[in-house]
């Protein structure tokens, strides 16, 4: 399953044309004819997307993308407006409005298709980036990460004066030069000692 979308269109023939080409493409579709319950609608199945002809019943698509704006949880449902043959002025008036794309009819299925993965993977995108944005302080990810050193000279860790370094580390020569470890939460840089 790709995704949800929600088809709002008050024309049957509209409704079912759209449901056909997405069902096809494995989407799972939910369908409505007008804007009278659509926010309990979108807040019951979670679409990803919603196709929406561009005057409806009781409104129209700018309409439901205002109505959707005043809520936070629906505000970045991204929305599709389905125009009459080329009207260049619905169209220009739908992306003021802050309708994320409009599709004229006849629809074009590769076109529409690829309209709409396009912005379900968009997103998912960015519910990607709210949960790591959200969870990564929780877990500890927060903290900066440690400074590289790039002087070309290998980190090894701090010795104690009564310590030798063969004492100290159990670990091969080789695997010193490569492995910093850390002891009492110290690291120094010294330089490699040639035998």
Do not use: W
């Not at 449902?77 to 409009?102: C, F, K, M, Q, S």
């Not at 030069?177 to 120094?188: L, M, S």
């Amino acid at each position: 399953m790709q995704g949800t979308v929600l088809i709002l269109d008050g024309v049957a023939t509209s409704r079912i044309m759209l449901r056909v080409q997405l069902s096809a493409a494995y989407y799972r579709v939910v369908q409505a004819t007008a804007l009278a319950g659509v926010a309990e609608l979108v807040r019951r199945t979670r679409p990803d997307v919603i196709a929406c002809a561009m005057n409806l019943p009781d409104g129209d698509a700018i309409t439901l993308r205002q109505r959707l704006r005043h809520d936070p949880d629906l505000d970045a449902i991204p929305v599709i407006a389905i125009t009459e043959e080329n009207d260049r002025h619905a169209r220009i008036r739908a992306l003021e409005a802050g309708i994320d794309d409009v599709i004229s009819r006849p629809l074009d299925d590769p076109l529409l298709m690829a309209r709409v993965r396009n912005l379900v993977r968009s997103r998912n995108n960015a519910e990607v980036q709210v949960l790591r944005e959200a969870t990564g302080h929780p877990l500890g990810f927060s903290e900066p990460a440690p400074k590289q050193i790039n002087s070309g000279v290998p980190l090894q860790p701090s010795l104690a004066a009564d310590e030798s370094e063969e004492d100290s580390l159990d670990t091969p020569q080789d695997a010193r030069k490569v492995t910093p470890r850390d002891f009492g939460g110290k690291i120094q840089l010294v330089k490699d000692k040639k035998k």
